[in-house]
């Protein structure tokens, strides 16, 4: 039998998820609930329907639409195959992000083959918090890892992201062991992971990984507001404002002093 | 910018358009005298140049470093009678348009009323060609089937190459004598028509040089009255240039320079040919000078910089000579779409960029002037840094330079027979037009309106607008069953169409050569002199003209829809889908929805949809590709609109792809206003599905916010995007930087947007200049990169 995957998303020219050119697939389901996800349809591991709403002459068309499909891994390949000339050009490449993609470790594997086998760049995009098992399955297929790091205080990942740090600190040290090329992801959030004690326990323990060279910051944008609305969600972060440029740019400057290359933006 | 070019720069700027008569006077003038009566037509041609220069007003600006006006002043533009002649209506709505006005002072209007028009009615080139054509063409263009480039203007459309540069015009006497000689009245019985060419080309080679020495004149008057002991001696160093050139070869920077603008008034006062004129590789052929007086110590890089700068200012002095009848109250459109190329190869294949290739790009990006318009060519051998480089400056929003394949624009040229090295010393020029400078006459013929076709098609060769037969009658298409007999019925139609149009093209080129050659522009592209035979007459080393292809876009969205809605799913029939188009989607709002959110659309990269794109492409390929010229030389096809798309739109009433009766077609090869929803990656491989290279030229735009090009990311990934498109043939890109936002609050306060430049279609314009209509595309294409 064919393993099929839920997917709710190809993004074409995606240039902020690993090297050069890419095209990105998002997978569908997540074990973490973070009160900022702007992705909030990739949380749920089953299709659901979205409203929007688009116009047209003055007139206003509610629609329903599904989000998620559920798709073979040769699907998927296809459709990125169209772009395999960019990635030639640009040295970029196929980018699995989420949701969660490890939840779904059958089909990524079937992805991830079929992009090796086409010699494609392959970038993983990950919470980490997934058993160390499933994540040892896939570490020879992946080129990068796209690791995304929010809060280092277990209590206070719990109470953001809905679950504990532990699993995620531990594979990130297991993959920095194995000398995997890492960029670690930081979501720039006002007053949650941008403290002065979450900033300095990150930069601590970039401090102790293996061949780390760059940090992507994430600045929180307020964008996904709407799309709580459209899955009729509860928003839990109604009145916070987007993170001053000064603050990127302090923060950029910390990771920088501990020879980080850091980007903002993604 | 130093403070002299702040102040030239701005005086273009500031300058008024106005109509001057000085030219139509001169010319009317000079075929009332008895001497024009006694000579052949092409000596009677040269003398008029001759009159012409000796006689018109020279004109020099305070402060300017290259001197020569086409008109009495800076934007003082002339008219042609004996091309096309202004009615005194003509001229009052050119004085009080709102956009683009040119003025007509009284004495102008009195000159046209009492002088010009009594003398040319009946006589000029246009209404000879209306009067030549027959029922079908007069029909066809009417309904706006195509349009015709040659009822305003000359044929031009052509670039210098090198000669100038290593030949002054008494080396080309020499080359006329020698030809002279060798005419062979026993064996050649073209050998009169031969020394007539040859005899107007040395009158012309005689009136530049005599037109140089007016402005020496006038330069050493200056410069005996001029206080200022720098600014006079300067003044006495351009009256030693104008002395020296065009009449020998030139031996400095400002010398080549000064030397090419005198070339390029004399092109442009000859006639009014299209897209002006143009120096084309002008980084080719300025370095060399510069790099011996560098080397020398003769020049900086401040002083040639200052030079350059003030040749941008001339262009900028020169708009299109202004229209007549419906086109001067439409069209809005009057840069002279000069296109100053950067970079591409050498004529032995190595890569040509230099130093003066970035020192051009940096006066670009300073002078921020319409024009000369710019492009730079990349090939695979030139280096990214000039891409980036290029990329820096369209980051501004200035939406130049655009960028061209120079791969593709050789193996264009070569397709068509020119030689590798000819092809080399090519590029691009009006809007994205291949040619080979200084070999090559490449005339655009006319837009090709290949979405009226379809239309027709669809009413069984009726246009809907009128009710008037004015195609075959292909069959009823409620009535077929399968996709295919639509494609083939409108093949048929588009042939008819096409013949239609080479019709009235081998008539008018061959008008064009007996009753207007260009003696002037012969002595300058290769071989008119040693073939003794004018450029309008297929004297050129090549000769080709073009049908331009438009609405590729739209035609293939179109086609979509009626296979997706009618035949693959039948989701609508036929007969419901036309009763929709004619009540122009009155009470069909959700079938509208669905065609346009729920159909495939050109532009994504999908087979589906895209198949069409190329099969349409392929019927006009082989409908006109090959087909002999009256000139010696082969139709062939391009895929530009400029601005016909609009016009084209106009004519057109509402189309299965659920645009509304009279909106804008898509323009160029790119996917019709909002229907590319899948990135820019998708857009440039459907793009790419057509073959560029049986092309002279195609035209995708691409629009992007400022954020896309942030740092240095950004614009690596924009080099990679363009390298991706080049590498499958893909001609030429170009982008607009904006949003949505901005345009909005130009459309509402112009007063503060003045300087805003946009990239319309292969050209920039300011957005101010642009009518609603296209104002509102604009910003519709803006608004979708958005949504």
Known sequence: MVVKGLIFDIKHFSINDGPGIRTTVFFKGCPLRCWWCHNPESQARHEEVVIKERSLDGRTYRIEEISGRWVEAQEVISEMEKDGIYYDQSGGGITISGGEPLMQPEFLLELLRLAKERGYHTALDTCGHVPETVLKRVTDHVDLFLYDLKLIDSEDHLKYTGVMNEKVLKNLMLLSEMGKNIVIRVPVIPGITDTQKNITALRDLFLELNGLEQIDLLPYHRIAKSKYQRLKMNYKLEDLQEPPLEKLNELKKVFEGIGMKVTVGG | MNPRITKLREQSLKAVNRISAERALLVTEFYKSDRAQEVSIPVKRALTFKYILEKKKICINEGELIVGERGPAPKATPSYPEVCLHSLQDLDILNNRPKVSFKVDDETRKAYEEVIIPFWKGKSYRERLFREMDQAWIESYQAGVFTEF???????????????????????????????????????????????????????????????????????????GEPDPARKAELNDMATICRRVPAHAPRTFHEALQYYWFVHLGVITETNPWDSFNPGRLDQHLYPFYKREMEAGTLTKERATEILQSFWVKFNNHPAPPKVGVTALESNTYTDFALINVGGLTADGKDAVNEMSYLILDVIEEMRLLQPSSMVQISK???????????????????????????????????????????????????????????????????????????????????????????????????????????????????????????????????????????????????????????????????????????????????????????????????????????????????????????????????????????????????????????????????????????????????????????????????????????????????????????????????????????????????????????????????????????????????????????????????????????????????????
Not at chain 2, 184 to 203: G, S
Not at chain 2, 616 to 632: A, E, I, L, Q
Not at chain 2, 694 to 699: A, E, I, M, N, Y
Not at chain 2, 725 to 736: A, E, K, P, S, V
Request: aromatic residues 10%.
């Open chain 2, 150 to 224: 040659q009822e305003q203007r000359a044929p031009g459309h052509t670039v210098l190459g090198g000669k100038i540069y290593r030949m002054g015009f008494l080396d080309l006497k020499a080359q006329i004598r020698r030809n002279m000689e060798k005419l062979d009245f026993y064996n050649d019985p073209q050998a009169m028509d031969k020394r007539e060419e040859l005899r107007a080309m040395e009158i012309a080679a005689d009136a530049l040089i005599l037109y140089a020495e007016r402005h020496a004149l006038e330069l050493e008057k200056l410069a005996d």
């Open chain 2, 381 to 787: 051998q030139n280096p990214d840094n000039l891409l980036k480089r290029a990329a820096r400056i369209l980051k501004t929003g200035f939406g130049q330079p655009s960028i061209f394949n120079t791969d593709s624009i050789i193996q264009e040229l070569m397709r068509q027979g020119k030689s590798i090295e000819d092809a080399r010393n090519g590029g691009a020029s009006g809007c994205v037009e291949s040619g080979a400078f200084g070999t090559e006459a490449y005339w655009l013929t006319g837009y090709f309106n290949l979405t009226k076709v379809l239309e027709i098609t669809l009413y069984n060769g009726t246009d809907p607008r009128t009710g008037k037969q004015i195609g075959l009658q292909t069959g009823d298409v409620t009535t077929f069953t399968a996709f295919d007999q639509i494609m083939e019925a409108f093949e048929k139609q588009l042939r008819h169409f096409i013949d239609i149009k080479i019709k009235g093209n081998n008539i008018i080129e061959k008008l064009f050569g007996d009753y207007i050659p260009v003696p002037f522009l012969s002595l300058l592209v290769d071989d008119c002199i040693d073939n003794a035979r004018d450029y309008n007459q297929g004297g050129a080393r090549y000769n080709t003209s073009y049908i331009q292809g438009v609405g590729l876009g739209s035609i293939a969205d179109i086609l979509t829809s009626l296979r997706y809605n009618v035949f693959d799913t039948q989701k609508v029939t036929m007969d419901k889908m036309l009763d929709a188009v004619k009540s122009n989607f009155e009470g069909y709002d959700d079938l509208r929805y669905d065609l346009i959110y729920n159909t495939p659309k050109y532009g994504n990269d999908d087979d589906y949809a895209d198949q069409h794109a190329v099969s349409v492409f392929n019927m006009f390929y082989r409908s006109v590709n090959d087909r002999p010229t009256v000139r010696g030389g082969r139709f062939r096809i391009n895929m530009l609109p400029t601005t016909s798309h609009v016009y084209f739109g106009s004519v057109i009433g509402a189309t299965p792809d659920g645009r509304k009766a009279g909106m804008p077609l898509s323009e160029g090869i790119s996917p019709f206003q909002g229907s590319d929803r899948k990135g820019p990656t998708s857009v440039l491989k459907s793009a790419a599905k057509i073959d560029h290279l049986k092309t002279g030229g195609t035209l995708l735009n691409q629009k992007f916010t400022p954020q896309l090009f942030e740092g240095e990311r950004g614009i690596e990934s924009l080099v990679q995007l363009i390298r991706s498109y080049f590498r499958m043939d893909g001609h030429h890109i170009q982008f607009n930087v904006v949003n949505a936002d901005t345009l909005r609050d130009a459309q509402k306060f112009p007063e503060k947007y003045q300087d805003l430049i946009v990239r319309v279609a292969g050209y920039s314009d300011y957005f101010n200049d642009l009518g609603k209509d296209l104002q509102d595309e604009i910003i519709r294409r803006t608004e979708h990169k958005e949504f």
